[in-house]
């Protein structure tokens, strides 16, 4: 059975055939759309290694079919930074060390996106890490994750970042 | 490989023709959380998935009645973001709520954690003790059924082939209302329930209860709702002889089994302290003191 869907790819419109209705959003953008930066960790929605927002909310592209995202927006790694200016997340990501082998990273980065969108943390830094128990980081990089979430979202409430996320 | 096919109907007339009209198994779709992962480890091999999502009335909430229509297919994300739901039937929201990460939060429906049929789903007992019902749509029309009556066994529902839920229902409020969801984890996030227990009360003016009821989940093979519980709450304020009635009551339901999570034994004590601590929470909710869940 071959599927035709349209969809928004980092606000690009992409058309895509699915030859098989199982290709999950996750091996859609990695293996058809050339976009590896989302990353496959667990395959089964524990790691949040494919975290991507859909429609501006954060899920994991791994439990998601293709063809339900059929007119729908995405937004992944690659779609975060502005030429060579890095979204405010990703640099504070790297400011606070927030990764060792970078491998949960785009990940960690969507969700935090996410979270930053969500608004429902403040700056409490257990509300911060209870938003972000979806992402998984094997080197324990979660101190500098915490800390560079808290930063971005204070350098996004400056008068001067109103509109960056 | 087998070969899948996939469909995304406009219409439940047409969801229910696509379902009845497949020779092999066909599976209604809503987040697709459990789904997907059970079509990946090969455990569910369906001809057919039916994605729900695009059917008028299966996703967005709506106060009806003096209640509240959940679209079958409506996330937990917009149930936790909802607040006038939140405010009616915060047990109900934070059952949800609990259930996987923010990622899992906005796919995850409550109908799915319903006909997913796991004995530990968190919202089932929390539906169960707010008297919820689902709305089921197939070939002879809409049918409504208590949602105690839905799981039959682990991983089967009382719903035909062709049948779906196309909302869940909560019922009007009486003044003095109020409900809450606790589960027991080994861990504090993303973790499978060990016992859940539901618990949903009305008080008179005095705080002395007039309507309860309890349900349990992860200590038998079906979320339960234990009579003996809600009655044992019905005509006192939450004295230390009511609470052991209610613990004694939660405990004599459990059918556990022993596994990796808790033994017998370890299940139902917890059952029991479950119920007391849920109780707490929604008397204390009922009586217009604020509560926090956990
Ligand atoms: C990482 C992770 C963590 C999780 N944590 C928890 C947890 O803490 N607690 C918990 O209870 N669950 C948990 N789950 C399981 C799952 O997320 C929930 O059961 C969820 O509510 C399922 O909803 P869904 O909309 O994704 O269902 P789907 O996957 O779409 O469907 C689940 C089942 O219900 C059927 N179905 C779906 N919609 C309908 C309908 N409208 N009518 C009839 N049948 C229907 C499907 O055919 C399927 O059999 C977790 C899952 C993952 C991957
Ligand atoms: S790869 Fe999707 S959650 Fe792990
Ligand atoms: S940086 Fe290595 S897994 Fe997180």
Known sequence: MSLSISLSVNGVAREVALDDPRV????????????TGTKKGCDRGQCGACTVLLDGRRINACLALAASCDGAAVLTIEGLAQGDTLHPVQAAFIAHDGLQCGFCTPGQIMSAVGLLREAQTGDDPERVREAMSGNLCRCG?????????????????APDHAEAA | ?????????????????????????????????????????????????????????????????????????????????????????????????????????GRASLAGNLCN?????????????????????????????????????????????????????????????GDAYLRFIPRTEMDIAVVGCGVNVTLDAAGVCTAARVSVGAVAPTPLLVAEAGAALVGHTLDEATLAKLDAAARAACKPISDKRGTIEYRIKVAGVLARRAAAIAFERAAGRVAKGH
Do not use: C
């Open chain 1, 24 to 35: 999950t959003l996750l091996d859609l953008l990695r293996e058809r759309l050339d976009l």
């Open chain 1, 141 to 157: 990089a979660y101190a500098g994750i915490t800390e560079a979430i808290l930063d971005a979202q204070r350098q996004l409430a």
């Open chain 2, 1 to 105: 490989m087998p070969s899948l096919n996939y469909a995304a109907p406009t219409s439940v007339q047409e969801a229910v023709a696509l379902l009845a009209g497949a020779a092999g198994l066909a599976k209604p779709m809503a987040g697709g959380t459990d789904l997907l992962v059970q079509l990946r480890s090969g455990r569910l091999k369906p001809e057919l998935i039916v994605d729900t999502k695009q059917i008028p009335g299966m996703i967005g909430i709506r106060e009806e009645a003096g209640g509240f229509v959940i679209g079958g297919a409506t996330s937990g994300a917009m149930l936790e973001a909802h607040a006038a739901l939140k405010a009616a039937w915060p047990g109900v929201v934070e059952a949800m709520d609990l259930i996987g990460s923010e990622q899992i939060q």
């Open chain 2, 117 to 177: 049929a796991s004995p530990a789903a968190d919202s089932v007992p929390a539906m169960i003790a707010a008297a919820a019902v689902a709305v089921i749509v197939g070939p002879k029309g809409e049918r409504t059924v208590p949602v105690e009556s839905i799981v039959v066994s682990p991983g089967r529902t009382s719903l035909a082939r062709d049948e779906f839920i196309l909302a869940i229902r909560l019922p009007p409020r009486p003044a003095h209302s």
